[in-house]
């Protein structure tokens, strides 16, 4: 079993910054690869950003050089760096945490607002 728990979000204005972060306990051994969602209200959820074990890392068009995702495996934790924010980047933001090695398990935060005013 795999914990989350997100902190970081807030309110600010539009090219403002924020850094998201992900703390993983229980089994983070199995882990495999870990991302960032987010989902507007009557939106899906979508993929912002990934990292695996091997630190590659994934952007959607939509934040690719804005945003930067690392880890920190000595804090097991992720962060998600915040720059240039717009005001379609609202949302809630979801920690996601992937295992697959002995079988598929997805683990999900609770999620942490994030609120970009113009």
């Known amino acids: 079993q795999v914990q989350l728990v997100e902190s970081g979000g807030g309110l600010v204005q539009a090219g403002g910054s924020l850094r998201l972060s992900c703390v993983a306990s229980?089994?983070?051994?199995?882990?495999?690869?870990m991302g960032w969602y987010r989902q507007a209200p009557g939106k899906q959820r979508e993929l912002v950003a990934s990292?695996?074990?091997?630190?590659?890392?994934n952007y959607a068009d939509s934040v690719k050089g804005r945003f930067t995702i690392s880890r920190d495996n000595g804090k097991n934790t992720v962060y998600l760096q915040m720059n240039s924010l717009k005001v379609e980047d609202t949302a809630v933001y979801y920690c996601?945490?992937?295992?697959?090695?002995?079988?598929?398990?997805?683990?999900w935060g609770q999620g942490t607002q994030v609120t970009v005013s113009s």
């Open positions: 996601n945490a992937v295992q697959y090695t002995l079988g598929y398990r997805e683990s």
């Open positions: 229980g089994n983070i051994f199995s882990i495999n690869a």
């Open positions: 990292i695996t074990g091997g630190r590659s890392t």
